[in-house]
């Protein structure tokens, strides 16, 4: 059996360390002029006065050992002919289409998933909050204190879950890390699902809690690591996300809660891409499932996608909230929200709650994109047809491959390859948008279908 960690764009494990050593040894030799035999390991060595020599190695930016798989990964491309698929520069707002370089691509790559950034009312509400307040309220909240703005955000999103209070944070990803990292501690456990984001897993580093993970969605699997490992611990937290972002699935979410209730354990849902796109009115998986927001204990979200700002957010009961606003250092050394911000997600959130035939749409384009790239024969792996619908190609190679032949055709949607996955499950990620249109849905299939069959 294969290693496919240890394949850098299909190349085998010997191939990636000799091209990596051809590399490190080319760079060196250029910027330092040391002699090969004696560049390869730096030895620590005492002068006379008892000091250690410091190797340069261990003094240098471009010595960092994830800095020098960069440089591999580029020159592999390279070799391969791959043009980079990442960083294109988007001259507007992109949402279902996008202009980039002065062509314009029906796009794929935005979290913009019901339109919103970009919305008249909601880019009124920030020039407006400017206006007022200016461009930042210069400190963390403690410090420069609060904008109404703010606080009216924060008792929007505290409805929108029906729990009773909200905090605000800069951003999405220091949202979880701050969190968990500060309201568990080494006695604890934090269960995680296997395919949970990279944010939740450096909170729970952070905290210094025990971490296990169980299988993907499988609420068996942590019912039974409950069963032999709760009493071990103080306080148990699991942790789940509304939609997945790679795989476009979502929980059972009212199973986890009877398996939280069963073993007196905290349930947290990061609901970044759920917001806005589950339940019938775009409400999130509590509405898919019929639940009651107070069933989970912490709710999780950014601004930064449906909610078209920046920034994420912590629902639930008053202690939670209250504990987060004083004490957590995300929030307590970081500046708070900018009022330009809080008034376009404010705005976002208002304008879901009166046009739910956007949650709507979004549901028939994500479905229709669904339907026909599985009559083509195309891997959607394990999406459900909502927002994100992925496109398993097998190698990295192929997803860079096809990443390009698409764009080359008008279509934009960029490839997920190795380290972020395994190589074996190198994939393109679709987010649909309830902007896009049927006609751009049949199209991108049958172009999709076609490139992928010269593949």
Request: net charge neutral; charged share 25%.
């Amino acid at each position: 059996m294969t290693d496919r960690r240890n394949r850098l764009f299909g190349l085998s494990g010997s191939a990636k360390e000799q091209l990596i050593q051809q590399v490190l040894k080319r760079r060196g030799n250029r910027q330092t002029g040391v002699d090969r035999k004696t560049a390869d390991t730096p030895q620590k060595r005492r002068v006379p006065d008892g000091d250690v020599r410091v190797p340069e190695a261990f003094t240098r930016f471009d010595k960092f050992p994830a800095y020098q798989q960069l440089k591999v990964h580029k020159v592999a491309a390279e070799r391969l002919k791959l043009a980079n698929p990442f960083f294109k520069r988007h001259e507007g707002v992109a949402g279902s289409t996008t202009v980039i370089d002065g062509r314009e691509y029906i796009n794929y790559s935005s979290y913009n998933y019901l339109g919103l950034c970009g919305h008249p009312l909601v880019d009124a509400a920030a020039k407006q909050a400017i206006d007022r307040y200016g461009t930042s309220v210069s400190a963390s909240r403690i410090v420069a204190g609060e904008r109404p703005i703010q606080q009216e955000l924060e008792r929007e999103l505290a409805s929108f879950h029906g729990v009773e209070d909200s905090v605000v944070f800069v951003s999405g990803h220091a949202t979880n890390v701050t969190t968990i990292g500060y309201l568990f501690g080494p006695k604890d456990l934090v269960l995680h699902d296997s395919l949970i984001h990279n944010s939740v897993i450096q909170g729970i580093q952070l905290s210094g809690a025990h971490r296990m993970s169980f299988a993907h969605n499988d609420w068996q699997s942590l019912d039974d690591i409950l069963s032999r490992n709760r009493g071990d611990f103080e306080r148990v937290l699991i942790v789940v996300e509304g939609i997945y972002s790679m795989d476009g699935d979502y929980p059972e979410l009212d199973r986890f809660v009877q398996v939280k209730q069963a073993h007196k354990a905290f349930l947290m849902v990061d609901e970044a891409h759920s917001t806005g796109v589950l339940g019938a009115r775009g409400l999130g998986i509590a509405e898919q499932f019929g639940i009651d927001g107070q069933d989970v204990d912490i709710w999780m979200g950014t601004l930064s996608k449906t909610l078209a700002s920046s920034g994420g957010y912590i629902a639930g009961e008053t202690a939670l909230v209250e504990h987060l606003r004083i004490a957590a250092p995300g929030f307590l050394y970081s500046v708070g929200i900018s009022p330009p911000q809080a008034a376009a997600a404010l705005a976002a959130l208002r304008v879901l709650k009166a046009e739910p035939d956007r949650v709507e749409t979004l549901r028939q384009r994500g479905s229709l994109f669904l339907h026909l790239a599985k009559q083509r024969g195309i891997d959607t792996g394990l999406s459900a047809g909502y927002s994100v619908i992925p496109v398993l190609t097998g190698s990295s190679i192929k997803a860079a491959k096809l990443s390009n032949a698409l764009f080359e055709r008008g279509i934009n949607a960029q490839p997920i390859v190795y380290p972020a996955v395994e190589e074996g499950m190198a994939r393109l990620r679709f987010f649909i948008s309830s902007t896009h249109t049927e006609d751009q849905i049949r199209s991108t299939v049958n172009i999709l279908a076609e490139e992928l069959d010269d593949l």
